[in-house]
């Protein structure tokens, strides 16, 4: 057992544990807050479970604007900067979050949300892969689904324990420790070294980003999975399960906290037992798994209620929360080593776009859907999500070589063929001593572009 254990380690630079400190108090507050926001707009403000879908829509269509000024602005600036704005705009709006009376309320300060959300993602994202090195990656962002769920899933009990739609008052409780949090993870950034703040001279654009179609294409079909996915279960299950099989708010943070214990515990084998593999296949796996968790939150909630559903739905809920895992041993890394280093920033915006569009399209039609059919609502997003399995199946095809699979924890890049063009180091990036090892998606830029170099980058 300890040998596995250690087998576990990430091997990651000290910043890296310091930057999940913060996320994991984050996560922490979110865990309170989200699962609650549809039932606090509907049983408690008395706001249409539609009008609440557009509502939650509504964030992540202002976030669409922020994410990519973000992005500009983590490559200009770096984006230990541009992540602490984000908190503290975020900090700010969910301070407010108590006055929502009205459905116009609820558009105000949720659009006010997501403008820090938006620009939260790609810093943080940025400023996680200029932390870690480059063979690494998968298991630095494994490490953050981690410690974000592990905050999430006792946010999630303890807000279980407080909300009562009979009580607006406790969720002021909710809202405000929410807020705290973010301020919180706000402090930890000044405890990074000062070398974590170093980036790179921006020189590039969005143009170049858009011209690299199997990026684009990714980007597309994480759109498609999160809409089909993570949005309808994180946003609309809780409502689903309060108002369609009885389950009680306590039941719902049990179930909130089951997926994120699930994600503790799977997510750094899982990403583990990824290595070799290849990415995309992967991914297709996932969109099937999820596929059959959303046929049975239906099934659950059109054959059982109450006690009967909640035990059925944390089932359920474990199948959904193990492709999550799968999910995030990709997502963030495969951006990663798509991006060039002096674009970082817009690549990792365009990724975080890909999950804002999903938080529109998921919830805005989810929302319509759990009004007026709510029982037809996971076999629509079940079907999907299939659909997306097949496009990440053909999608591979057009990934270039190096980036398909997932590198193993032995392997050093530039060695063996893993990953061309890279030096072999075993520095700590963050190092006095440490040189940046040339990234392939330099040359791989490019290659692509017909031999005509990326703005901002360098062949080595």
Same mark, same amino acid.
């Given at each position: ?13 000290? =910043? ?49 604007? @922020?994410?990519? %000024? ?124 000062? @070398? ?61 906290? %089951? ?58 809920? @474990? ?31 365009? @990724? ?57 924890? =032995? ?8 990953? +061309? ?14 040189? +940046? ?24």
């Amino acid at each position: 057992m300890r040998a596995y254990l250690r087998s576990l380690n990430p091997r990651l630079p000290r =910043d890296v544990w310091i930057l999940q400190v913060g996320g994991l108090a984050n996560s922490f507050g979110n865990g309170i807050v989200i699962p609650f926001v549809i039932i606090y707009l509907h049983n408690v403000r008395g706001i249409s479970l539609g009008v609440a879908g557009l509502v939650a829509a509504a964030g992540s269509a202002t976030a669409l604007f @922020s994410g990519f %000024v973000a992005g500009a602005l983590s490559d200009r600036m770096g984006p230990r900067v541009v992540l602490g704005g984000a908190l503290l705009i975020q900090s700010g709006a969910m301070v407010l979050f108590p006055l929502i009376h009205t459905a116009w309320h609820a558009f105000l300060l949720n659009g006010f949300l997501g403008l820090g959300s938006g620009a939260f993602w790609p810093s943080q994202s940025s400023l996680l892969t200029g932390l870690s090195p480059a063979n690494r990656r998968h298991e630095a962002f494994a490490l953050q689904r981690v410690t974000m769920n592990l905050g999430v899933a006792f946010g999630g009990l303890v807000g279980g324990l407080i909300a009562s739609s009979s009580d607006p008052h406790s969720f002021t409780v909710l809202f405000l420790a929410d807020a705290c949090t973010f301020a919180a993870y706000a402090l930890v950034l000044l405890r990074l070294t000062p @070398s974590s703040a170093q980036h790179h001279h921006d020189a590039g654009s969005y143009r170049q980003v858009a011209r690299d179609r199997p990026f684009m294409s990714y980007v597309l079909l994480n759109t498609l999975l999160i809409a089909a996915g993570m949005s309808v279960v994180v946003e609309l299950m809780p409502a689903f399960a309060k108002n369609n099989a009885g389950v009680s708010e306590t039941g719902i943070g049990i179930l909130w906290f %089951v997926n994120s214990l699930v994600i503790v515990i799977a997510q750094l084998p899982i990403a583990r037992l990824v290595e070799g593999h290849r990415r995309m296949r992967v991914l297709a796996g996932m969109a099937v798994l999820w596929a059959g968790a959303l046929l049975g939150f239906g099934a659950a909630g059109y054959w059982l209620e109450a006690t009967a559903a909640t035990v059925a739905m944390g089932v359920v809920t @474990s199948v959904f929360a193990i492709g999550e895992c799968l999910h995030g041993a990709i997502a963030g890394p495969i951006v990663a080593d798509l991006a060039a280093p002096a674009l970082l920033g817009r690549y990792m915006a365009f @990724s975080s776009q890909s999950w804002q569009v999903g938080w529109i399209i998921g919830p805005a039609a989810g929302g319509f859907l759990l009004q007026h059919a709510p029982f037809a609502l996971w076999p629509v997003m079940a079907g999907v999500s299939l659909v997306g399995a097949g496009w990440a199946l053909t999608l591979e095809r057009m990934l270039p070589e190096w980036v398909r699979r997932t590198p193993r924890l =032995d392997s050093i890049a530039g060695v063996g063929g893993t990953m +061309p063009n890279m030096a072999a180091t075993t520095d700590e990036p963050l190092s006095t001593d440490a040189k +940046p090892a040339p990234h392939p998606a330099d040359e791989a830029s490019w290659i692509r572009r017909g031999g005509r170099r990326a703005a901002g980058t360098r062949r080595r």
